[in-house]
């Protein structure tokens, strides 16, 4: 590791914090990484060529179990490229009757010129779990948009071998972002430790975050029988669903990329209103995705790219996500020069595998 990376008692339970930083004249540095159980943060020591640094988000055991509470904070200073990923499927154990919902936090703060990965596996709630997450992201108030990031945000049924087809007692997860200003972006790692614990159950700072850019959330609710019916039988045969957020300049050709696949789909009865042409040659990627009922849709929402998939099948989610972030042609071969490829190197795309 090329950081102080040390499980402490000096921060609360389930708290960590990540800090990376660029030292002259352009090298990557994990200034602070710490934690505290039962958290776990991982971090291979980076090679002489490495463009990126990429810390693992684990937890003991293999899941997180009913009340525990995690409380995560990472900064990313001016020049430095962040992935965070986890070694497999966060999987959440069931809530006893004596137990507080299990919960797991997220703040990064990502500077001018910064970049940051969120590439987890899914979440896989076990049935009767209930989990509350919450992830907040404070982008640097430029013209140019140059704080940058793609976040992958997805959640599977559940454990199929046992029948759990969204037999969770309640999954919550919120996605903010906001505007900070130069000010705000003054940071100073060291008294993060101090002031986490200071924080309340939201996660907040304390003050004021800036702008609100968008705000995103799914809910689902196992315990809602309103409308008559179970919550599996409200999710139409879909086993996974997913999120994908991207901002940023040094993602603006994996967003152009997106948006032109996008507008090459066919609309309603399978024809395009832009044209009139319904005889277009579908590709290998547009079949493989129909054949195995991969749902998925996107919009621009103040310089945001926010897209949607959901699918019957996990596996081909996976590869429809990983074809996009590749930037993958017609017949699924990923484009040499992809952004995430250049900006951050091989290896990025574990949780896709």
């Not at 430095?80 to 154990?93: A, D, E, H, N, Y």
């Not at 596996?121 to 013209?143: G, K, M, N, R, V």
Request: hydrophobic share 35%; charged share 25%; aromatic share 8%.
């Amino acid at each position: 590791m090329n950081a102080r990376a040390t499980a402490t008692t000096s921060i609360p339970a389930g708290g960590g914090l990540i800090h990376v930083r660029v030292l002259p004249p352009a090298q990557l540095t994990l200034h602070r990484l710490n934690y505290a159980y039962p958290l776990k943060l991982i971090s291979p020591g980076p090679t002489q060529w490495a463009k990126s640094l990429t810390v693992f988000v684990l937890s003991y055991g293999g899941g997180l179990v009913a009340g525990d509470q995690m409380n995560l904070r990472a900064v990313v200073e001016t020049g430095g490229r962040l992935c965070l990923q986890t070694q497999g499927s966060t999987k959440i154990f069931k809530r006893t009757a004596t137990s507080k919902a299990t919960a797991q936090r997220l703040t990064v703060r990502i500077h001018p010129g910064a970049s940051l990965l969120l590439l987890p596996d899914p979440i896989q709630p076990f049935a009767d779990s209930d989990y509350l997450q919450h992830q907040i992201f404070e982008l640097a108030d430029t013209t140019d948009d140059t704080s940058s990031l793609v976040m992958l945000d997805w959640v599977t049924e559940g454990r199929t071998a046992r029948d759990e087809n969204w037999t969770l007692k309640r999954f919550e997860s919120r996605n903010e972002f906001f505007a900070v200003t130069d000010t705000d972006c003054d940071d100073n790692a060291d008294n993060h430790q101090e002031n986490k614990a200071k924080e309340g159950e939201e996660g907040g700072m304390g003050g004021s975050r800036g702008r609100l850019l968008l705000r995103d959330a799914m809910v689902l609710d196992g315990s809602d029988t309103t409308a008559g019916d179970m919550l599996r039988e409200r999710q139409d045969a879909q086993t996974i669903f997913a999120t994908l957020v991207i901002r940023g300049t040094a993602f603006a050709q994996l967003a152009a990329y997106i948006k032109a696949r996008y507008l090459n789909e066919p609309r309603i009865g399978q024809k395009r209103w832009d044209t009139d042409d319904d005889s277009r040659h579908y590709t290998r990627v547009e079949i493989d995705a129909r054949r195995n009922g991969v749902l998925w849709t996107t919009s621009s929402v103040r310089g945001f790219l926010l897209v949607k998939v959901s699918g019957v099948d996990v596996e081909s989610v996976k590869r429809f996500v990983r074809g996009l972030l590749s930037e993958v042609d017609g017949d699924g071969i990923p484009a040499d020069d992809g952004c995430i490829t250049e900006t951050f190197g091989e290896g990025m795309f574990r949780c896709l595998e």
